[in-house]
């Protein structure tokens, strides 16, 4: 131990006390002590203030205090220095509770020794040192404590905040994710989902599933192009590396053949883009194929509105025309009969042998032929003063024996041998008679037309019951009608003869009075063999028929 | 000698009629109008009238009525081509009880001999 000397303040008012204090502690070995004696508490506290005490021996009953109160003034005043109660047998009691609140030790007066004195002095001052060092190292590990307490609590309360920020974006997350699959399932958009490195499907939702007749196992890993959605692999294939390349790729119209072999129209786009590291393709199908039938309906209805209104404007032109002929035929009619009469009245008072008798004769023969022509524009345009024809119930043999009439001259003088068959059973037909009689003088006039350069000239015209009406048909031994041009034969304007020779209506006009009646006309023609056209006519107009298109689907052609 | 009329507004129609009807001896007036038809008729009496049925003014029906007022015996004949237009006047007045007979144009000579002699010869004239 370093021979330090100690200082003790002895507060005792006693001074024999003091006195053989003193003189133990002169005999100390263990180092050099220099003790004070102060006999009142307030003068110990003023020395205490002052400082250079190393330990105070106190005891409690003082002149100016007594009891514990002597511990706790002197104490309060000098925290850091060690104190030992120097106490008599009377108030050993008090002491041990100061020893309890902070005094070092004490000692009993009647049994102190100059060895347990110095020990006690010496084990209090170093008490009190590793004391105050215990309460350093306490505060500076409270210190610590409370430092690393903040940290924890600061980290504590960061990581609380990321927690919940977790959470929210989890929250989140979820949320997205669910609104995504709902948008997914209940799209009513085919989406398809593809890697868009090797083009494998990922995922499928149910709509494009039912629209293209696939079951999720059967897409899923597929390569877009196994499934033969398009027409080719090979397209399948560029559609691909395409959308590849652009990132981007927008079909209006895409036909796709789906599983059971039907058309599908789809609206096809696609993007490209990445999630967890990797890009994947999104391809939405939208089921257009009602609306391409719609379009398509609405283009087939505008092409027959378009047909049906040149049809119209040329029926109205052969109306007219039809009008301007009955006028001129009226006017023809008088001079012709007059001029008649007037070669007639000659040929009546010149003698035979006349030279002019035959040039008379010649005279009458052709006024004849033109008051037939006459009454042939009469008859045919008798109805062309524009109001509708009533339906009567007619014979259509009977029709047909006019038109065979009015021909007979042209058929004659061409050579054309005509036989007409017409069934005993054929009804009577509801038809409107003068359009009946064009269609079958047109249908007859174009036989005859096809057999001018045709060495075998003959005409046959069946008419026989057929079903619920009446089937007419005309063959001809004539050149017959093309593949090329069997296609046009009903459309207006479309004609092979000769400029001046047809209007190119002909045909046109026969299927609208023949479909206004019900029924349906077809032609069938082999080049070189000849052609017939037969027209179905049903014995009653049914109500809001416009055609009986189905008639003759299995014969046509 | 039996008188018959022939009203037409077309001069070639009644030179016809005069020229086709000479051998039959009978005696043919023509006039170009319905009133001049009536005025005729007024004038004389007649065993046929050939009256046309369209003509300028007064039309074919028009006339026959005025005629029948003057005579209701007289044979009539309607000469027209195609008489659409005036079919429902024609109907009306058959109904009102005008008596006639249609002649279709165009005719030749034989025929209009034929349609003359037998209303004035045979068992229906009187």
Redesign the interface.
């Known amino acids: 131990m370093a021979h330090k000397t100690i200082n003790v303040l002895f507060i005792e008012d006693n001074p024999g006390d003091c006195r053989l204090i003193q003189e133990m502690l002169a005999e100390a070995s263990w180092g050099r002590v220099k003790m004070e004696c102060v006999d009142r508490l307030s003068t110990g506290l003023e020395r205490l203030t002052e400082g250079g005490v190393n330990c105070v021996l106190l005891d409690l009953t003082l002149p100016d205090s007594t009891g514990l109160d002597t511990f706790e003034r002197v104490h309060a005043e000098a925290p850091e220095i060690a104190i030992v109660i120097v106490s008599g047998l009377s108030d050993e009691m008090l002491a041990i509770e100061a020893v309890q609140r902070g005094a070092q030790d004490y000692l009993v007066k009647d049994h102190l020794g100059s060895y347990v004195l110095g020990r006690s002095i010496r084990y209090a001052i170093e008490r009190k040192r590793m004391e105050k060092e215990l309460e350093r190292h306490r505060e500076h590990l409270e210190e610590l404590v409370q430092e690393r307490t903040d940290e924890v609590l600061r980290s504590n309360r960061a990581l609380q905040a990321e927690i919940a920020e977790r959470i929210r974006t989890e929250k989140d997350l979820k949320v997205s994710e669910v609104r995504y699959r709902r948008l997914f399932e209940a799209a009513q958009d085919g989406i398809l989902i593809l890697d868009a490195k090797r083009g494998q499907i990922i995922d499928v939702n149910p709509f494009l599933m039912e629209m293209l007749g696939y079951t999720h196992e059967e897409f899923i890993g597929k390569q877009l192009w196994e499934l033969g959605l398009l027409k080719d692999i090979a397209e399948n294939k560029e559609i691909f590396q395409q959308l590849q390349e652009s990132k981007y790729v927008r079909y209006e119209h895409l036909p796709l053949k789906i599983k059971d072999g039907r058309r599908r129209d789809v609206e096809f786009v696609s993007n490209v883009y990445r999630v967890d590291g990797r890009e994947v393709i999104q391809c939405n199908v939208r089921d257009i194929t009602e609306r391409i039938k719609d379009a398509e309906k609405l283009n087939k209805a505008y092409a027959r509105l378009e047909r049906q209104s040149v049809i119209l404007a040329q029926q109205a032109k052969m109306i007219a025309v039809g009008v301007l002929a009955a006028g001129v035929a ?1 006017e023809l ?6 001029m ?3 070669a ?2 000659c040929l ?1 008072h010149i003698a035979e042998d006349d030279r002019s008798y035959t040039v008379l004769q010649d005279i009458e023969h052709e006024a ?1 032929r033109c ?1 037939d022509i ?2 042939n524009l ?1 008859t045919f345009s ?1 109805n062309g ?1 524009g109001k509708k024809e009533k339906y009567e119930l007619k014979n259509p043999a009977e029709i047909l024996e006019r038109v065979v009439r009015l021909l007979s001259y042209r058929i004659e003088k061409e050579g054309v041998s005509l036989t007409s068959h017409v069934d005993e059973e054929t009804p009577k037909i509801r038809m409107r008679v003068n359009a009946m009689q064009d269609v079958i003088l047109n249908l007859l006039t174009n036989a005859l037309d096809a057999l001018e350069e045709s060495k075998k000239k003959e005409v046959r015209i069946d008419v026989r019951p057929d079903g619920d009406g009446v089937l007419v048909s005309i063959a001809d031994s004539g050149s017959g009608i093309s593949p090329a041009v069997i296609e046009n034969i009903y459309d207006p304007f479309f004609s092979t003869k000769p400029v001046g020779s047809g209007t190119g209506l002909g045909l046109s006009l026969c299927q609208g009075i023949i479909h206004a009646h019900g029924g349906e006309i077809a032609c069938k023609s082999e080049p070189g063999t000849g052609t017939v056209f037969h027209a179905f006519i049903p014995t009653q107009r049914r109500k809001g028929a416009k055609s009986n298109e189905a008639h003759f689907s299995d014969r046509r052609r | 000698m039996k008188r018959i009329l022939v009203i037409d507004d077309d001069e070639a129609v009644r030179k016809l009629f005069l020229l086709s009807l000479e051998e039959t001896g009978y005696s043919v007036y023509t006039v170009s109008s319905g009133m001049d038809g009536i005025k005729a008729l007024k004038q004389g009496q007649y065993d046929l009238i050939f009256l046309d049925l369209k003509m300028p003014g007064m039309d074919g029906v028009e006339t026959l009525r005025e005629l029948r007022k003057i005579d209701r015996e007289v044979p009539v004949y309607i000469i027209t081509a195609f008489h659409d237009e005036f079919f429902a006047q024609l109907k009306k007045a058959e109904a009102d009880g005008m008596d006639f007979d249609v002649l279709h144009k165009p005719f030749d000579r034989k025929q209009l001999i034929t349609a003359t002699t037998g209303i004035l010869e045979g068992p229906t004239s009187y």
Not at chain 1, 333 to 338: E, G, T, W
């Open positions: 009226h009619n008088n001079p012709l009969m007059a008649l009469h007037f007639q009245y009546k004849r008051i006459v009454k009469l008798r003063a």
